[in-house]
């Protein structure tokens, strides 16, 4: 069974940082491009980075230079870096996978990042 499990969410002050974590399990992880996506409320959800099985990775504008993805494939995770973090980054970040083919997708079911003094 295909699943993805974000941990590392918090409350921080600006400026702080945060390791976001994504747990993959059911799948190809290591020959998979995965992705973080956060979500606003009232926003619509946002690709903030990817990184492919190759290691290519690529960012949103709004976070380059600040996050950084990441992949370990011995232990099918996925990590996001964040550091300098603003008020603007708050949101529920989510992990997410697809098939190559386009035959599934999946989401991880989200953790909370809050950027507040």
């Known amino acids: 069974q295909l699943q993805l499990v974000e941990s590392g969410g918090g409350l921080v002050q600006p400026g702080g940082s945060l390791r976001l974590s994504c747990a993959a399990s059911?799948?190809?992880?290591?020959?998979?491009?995965m992705s973080w996506h956060r979500q606003a409320p009232g926003k619509e959800r946002e690709l903030v980075a990817a990184i492919t099985s190759a290691g290519s990775s690529n960012y949103a504008d709004a976070v380059k230079g600040r996050f950084t993805i990441s992949r370990d494939n011995a232990k099918n995770t996925v990590y996001l870096q964040m550091n300098s973090l603003k008020p603007e980054d708050t949101a529920v970040y989510y992990c997410h996978t697809e098939d190559v083919f386009g035959r599934w997708t999946s989401w991880g079911q989200g953790t909370q990042v809050t950027v507040s003094a």
């Open positions: 059911g799948f190809g992880f290591s020959t998979s491009t």
